[in-house]
């Protein structure tokens, strides 16, 4: 999504239009939880996801002490059904910095700008979701790479959301997809019940001052989004995804559009644009255009241009030579 947000070229960011703003719904009043400190110590045996949210400072992480076995989160329905949520319940607040890593810092720093290196992704699904020990390690991670400076994309996953190969083949496409309830229920069961998989609990466990450069956003079965390093300036990428999508749809329209899906296409031609089809994932129009560049480059370059190969140009031009003895002895080599 960092990527998205900040690419210059429409090209192959058709993914942006299944991209849906989300929001987190208010915690479960009625969901109690145990929670410890770093030491140990009880801090609350009944306390209510605000009471836990309001305990959270920059620099302790929430993590759970114990979760479920990976076969009883198979998905969120068997979750909900075995209400795993009420029996493991108990939290602590982890201090961040007890792991050691090694995390580059900013390459440059002035007074009015800082130059960041890549945006670091962290992905959350099975093991990392599943083990309190994975779901701490690496929320120290995130904690480290912002102290230095690094955007993060946090990137979460349903579990038992993985689609398989047919059902991916079988996807339907739409310049503006509807969004799915079901899996947006999901989520908003997920997070009114987990308060370590809140984003604005991992929010206030980073350091002070963090920003939040992307809200969440989801394409169903997945979870993104973006924070900013503190002492930097802002950026607002959700209103870049949102003229991203824009823009990816008005390419589409006038026929420009390269590199989609076959199954895209196909659809897209039966709808009756036949720009597109199954054969080629570059339209028509483009397809010409550059049959005539390519022809007008043919007619302005002389007959030795045209037909030697580049690499013996470029070995000659190194070689100092201009033809004659230096091409044959080019060529008697390479035989």
């Known amino acids: 999504m960092y990527k998205m947000a900040r690419a210059k070229f429409v090209l192959g960011q058709h993914k942006a239009l299944e991209m ?16 410890t400190d770093d030491k140990g110590e009880c801090i609350g045996q009944d306390m209510s996801m605000k009471e836990v949210h309001n305990h959270i400072t920059p620099g302790y992480i929430l993590s759970p002490l114990l979760m479920p076995h990976a076969t009883e989160m198979r998905n969120v329905k068997s979750m909900k059904e ?28 002035t007074e009015h700008n800082t130059v960041f290196f890549d945006c670091k992704i962290m992905p959350f699904s099975g093991k990392r979701l ?24 946090l990137q979460m996953r349903l579990p038992g959301r993985k689609l398989k190969k047919k059902k991916r083949s079988e996807k339907e496409y739409s310049l ?15 997070h009114a019940h987990w308060p370590h998989l809140r984003p604005d609990n991992i929010l206030k466990s980073m ?63 039966a709808s009756g644009q036949t720009e597109y089809s199954s054969d080629s994932d570059m339209p028509a129009g483009k397809i010409s255009d550059r049959l005539i560049n390519h022809e007008l480059e043919l007619e302005q370059s002389d007959l030795r241009h045209r037909y030697m190969p580049l690499k013996t140009k470029s070995w000659i031009k190194q070689k100092g030579g201009k033809g004659g003895r230096t091409e044959a002895k080019f060529f008697s080599r390479n035989r």
Do not use: C
């Not at 849906?20 to 929670?35: C, G």
């Not at 503006?176 to 997920?190: F, T």
């Open 176 to 190: 503006y997809p509807d969004k799915d309830l079901v899996l947006q229920e999901e989520w908003e069961w997920l």
């Open 130 to 153: 599943s083990s309190p020990y994975e779901f701490s390690l690496n929320m120290q991670r995130i904690h480290r790479f912002l102290e230095d400076r690094h955007p993060v994309e």
């Open 82 to 109: 075995g209400e795993v949520h009420k029996t493991f319940n108990g939290y602590k607040l982890v201090k961040a910095g007890l792991e050691n890593f090694n995390a580059a810092k900013a390459k440059k720093e």
């Open 207 to 269: 350091p002070k001052g963090t920003q939040v450069w992307l809200p969440p956003y989801t394409n169903g079965a997945n979870l993104y989004w973006v924070f900013g390093p503190p002492w930097a300036f802002s950026m607002n990428l959700g209103k870049k995804i949102e003229e991203m999508k824009t823009k990816v749809r008005e390419e589409i329209k006038k026929g420009n559009q390269m590199q989609l899906p076959k199954k895209f296409r196909e659809q897209l031609h």
């Open 20 to 35: 849906h703003r989300y929001t987190p719904p208010q915690p479960n009043a009625e969901h109690r939880i145990k929670l």
